[in-house]
């Protein structure tokens, strides 16, 4: 095996892209693939998409970093697009990804802990099967012991068995600063909160004084079909993370926190150089004019249910995890061979937990390319069908 001057830490498909327009994607040698994974749930737009384009290439030529020891208008624009895209009254920290959005609120519940609790507040609580990235702090949280295992120690958080109404109460006490979860574990399984779990938690956390933290990152703008998932349970949570999708595909991380907590942050606490580029937020700006404008939702409820049907139908008797365009089937053959035959289809999907093949299309896939899709996935999983009812 060559040696790569790379570290190993990824398991790299053998595929080399180097283009793509809308849901498709070719590679150096001309395949063109159906793009079903979105490099993660990031690529919301699609590739190559004409207002993201536009919006990148004339902040490219504006300028490009500033840092945080100046203004930056276009971090005002995007935060008050924000706060108003979560209808509660917020405030914004952006960051550069996910796992960065996680530290900020995390670092936010310690404040709120020590500043308005007295440091009465020591533990934090999340979800088993829950990831939040892999930065020490963020990985703390981690629902996986083998991802946490090999970098122990790390701070103590307590699990939460998922969806568990009764072990909420059991273990979200006074001594709690924050409970941390994904209303749709992306990579736990692609498993959805049950309903009225997240109302639950809010009530608990409000009598124990703790701070709700959903974690958004893959589920916001858009990727469920609302624009953020908490939207659809009718529960307000204290603080939002968001980044895969924000800026569909530059780099991004953004911490949406009510005011009450948001301005325990004052100079000197926290801060990132990146953090907010004038690119990051003309991207996630071009992102959000598509998003928000006029049916692009309606446009993701429908391809959803075209999709959750389909796959139904394809995987007939078996659940079809998670919400929009999020979704995961569980198979029985291992995924990573399910992915591979996938790929010979010219389909491009994803891993997950349990052994769990997660779909996730940029939001702008068209009815006839989630046709395409179910079909490039079906010569994938068949004839000789690694999915045997179990
Ligand atoms: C991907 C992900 C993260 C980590 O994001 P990075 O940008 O990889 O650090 C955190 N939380 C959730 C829910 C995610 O899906």
Known sequence: MPTSALMANYARNPVRFVRGEGVWIEDDEGRRYLDAFSGVAVSALGHAHPALVRAVTEQVQQV????????????EELAVRLRTAVGFDSRVLLCNSGAEAIEGAVKLARLHGNVRHGGRK???????????GRTLGALALAGNADYRAPFAP?????????GDAEAVERVVGHDVAAVVLEIVQGEGGVRSCPKGYLQHLREVCDEAGALLVVDEVQTGVGRTGAMFAFQEEGVMPDVVTLAKGLAGGVPIGAVVATPEVADLLVPGLHGTTFGGSPLACAAALAVLDVVEGPGFLDHVGAVSA?????????FSGREVHGRGLLRGVRVDA????????????????????????RIAPPLVISADEVAELLERLARAVGPVSPLAPA
């Open 64 to 75: 490009l970093h500033v840092s945080n020891h100046y203004e930056v208008p276009l971090q």
């Open 122 to 132: 020591p533990r934090l609580v999340a979800l088993q099967g829950g990831f939040h």
């Open 154 to 162: 790390l701070a103590p958080v307590d699990l939460l068995p998922f």
């Open 306 to 314: 075209v999709l959750e049907d389909g796959l139904r139908e394809l």
């Open 334 to 357: 291992p995924v990573s061979a399910v992915i591979d035959r996938a790929r010979q289809a010219g389909l491009v999907v994803g891993p997950s937990a349990q052994n769990t093949l």
